[in-house]
Structure formats: structure tokens, C-alpha cells
């Protein structure tokens, strides 16, 4: 029996939608309302899809949760959404995904849409555009969009992470594990304990260091290999 994951902030709605796939004859493995959450699940959880509301709770909206999921597993998603705003529509366009449903769906709609999402992996995996992916951060009580493409690279202090830019330098309160997991591994990687660096804006390295337009990273034994088969 196929496992179906329902990403929905609204509890009554959330429920709604789990009766209905389980009336398919589907199992819903669970149900949950942030980016968080859904990460830390599969992490040691298999599905077999997994449909994502667009507006859910925290700073990762759902369009940017399908980014990382696809960056990290090869799960169908279906979109179910209420919005069809054309900032929607062209962020969605660049991401990853199987179905996409306005609300208020007919149940016919959402069969057709979960039935044709589990038998499209035979479709040719396409490459994720990270000019389009954001890592969302809170600077001065604001929610600051940060694209992914203008981070450089980040620097554990303590409980807080510092994320330099292109543009400008942030102090986020979260410690830098937890950022990395909202970033792409293919693009961020962590040649230090305490930096992730994006290797497109890597300058310049060799055994000991990174070069990466004024700051100097250092590297832990045994990393210089990896980054040279990384930059190849």
C-alpha cells in the first residue's frame, strides 16, 4: 500500500484530505503543518508522495520545502493550493513537482492527480534551478528572502550563524546544522566544523584554505580531495 505525507497548516482541512486518500485505498503516514517537521520525518520515514500545501507554517514556504525535499529524495509531490497569484505560478514553474491542485479540488481531481503522481518516475528527473530557491531568515523582526545563488557562505558563533552575502552580511539566531539542512547539499558544503560554503563562488583553494572574494576558510584534514573532485 502506497504511504501518501500531507503537508496542510489547516488541521480540519488536513483531516478532511487524509479521509478522502485513505477512501482510495492509500495509507497516510502522517500529517504535518511545517518545513521543520517534514524534514526531521524523513529523515528515518519512507514515502511514497507526498502532497504539500504552498502557505504552511514557519519560514519555509511549501515551494521552497519541494526544492529541498527533491534535493534530498526522489518523492513525487502534488501540489494542493489555494493560491494562483503569477509569483506562485513562476516560482512553481521552476521547481520540481508532479500535480498541482487549486482549492477547492473535486475528489475525482485529487485521485486522478495522486494516481498520476506515483506512476510518473519513469519521467526524466529534471535539474532543480537554485537561482529560484530562497533561504528565508529573520533580521530585525522581518522575514528577509535571501537567494540561495548570493550566499557565499556561512560561519557558526555559538547558538547564532553568521549568513554572508554578496550584497551584505546577517546574524541569524539558528545554529548553523539547522541552516544547512534548508540548503542544497549539491551546492553547500561544509569544508570546516564551523563554515558551509557555496562552491560556486569559490575563488581559489589548496590544502589548508578556501579563498572566497576576501575571506579566507579553513579546511579539515582530509576535505581538499573531496573539493577537488566537487570542482572538477
Not at 504539500?52 to 529524495?73: A, F
Not at 529573520?138 to 535571501?146: F, L, S
Amino acid at each position: 500500500m502506497e504511504k501518501i505525507l500531507i503537508v496542510e497548516d489547516e488541521l480540519e482541512l488536513a483531516l478532511n484530505i487524509e479521509e478522502i486518500v485513505q477512501s482510495f485505498g492509500y495509507e497516510v503516514s502522517g500529517i504535518y503543518a511545517d518545513a521543520k517537521s517534514v524534514l526531521s520525518y524523513l529523515e528515518s520515514s519512507k514515502v511514497d508522495l507526498i502532497l504539500m500545501d504552498i502557505q504552511i507554517r514557519g519560514d519555509i514556504d511549501g515551494i521552497d520545502l519541494c526544492y529541498k525535499v527533491k534535493d534530498l529524495y526522489n518523492i513525487p509531490i502534488v501540489f494542493l493550493t489555494a493560491y494562483s497569484d503569477q509569483q506562485y505560478l513562476e516560482r512553481i514553474s521552476n521547481v520540481m513537482y508532479n500535480g498541482y491542485l487549486l482549492k477547492p479540488f473535486k475528489v475525482d481531481g485529487l485521485k486522478s492527480a495522486i494516481y498520476l503522481a506515483l506512476n510518473s518516475n519513469n519521467y526524466p528527473k529534471l535539474t532543480p534551478d537554485y537561482d529560484k530557491l530562497n533561504l528565508k531568515i529573520r533580521d530585525k523582526g522581518y522575514v528577509v528572502p535571501i537567494p540561495v545563488s548570493e550566499i557565499l557562505y556561512l560561519k557558526a558563533d555559538g547558538l547564532y550563524t553568521k549568513v554572508i552575502t554578496l550584497a551584505k552580511s546577517y546574524v541569524v539566531r539558528d545554529i548553523l546544522k539547522d541552516l544547512q539542512a534548508q540548503l542544497p547539499h549539491q551546492v553547500f558544503v561544509r569544508p570546516h566544523k564551523s563554515y558551509l560554503v557555496n562552491v560556486n563562488h569559490i575563488a581559489s583553494y589548496n590544502s589548508k584554505e578556501i579563498n572566497i572574494k576576501d575571506s579566507v576558510i579553513p579546511i579539515r584534514r582530509g576535505f581538499f580531495k573531496e573539493l577537488a573532485e566537487i570542482k572538477k
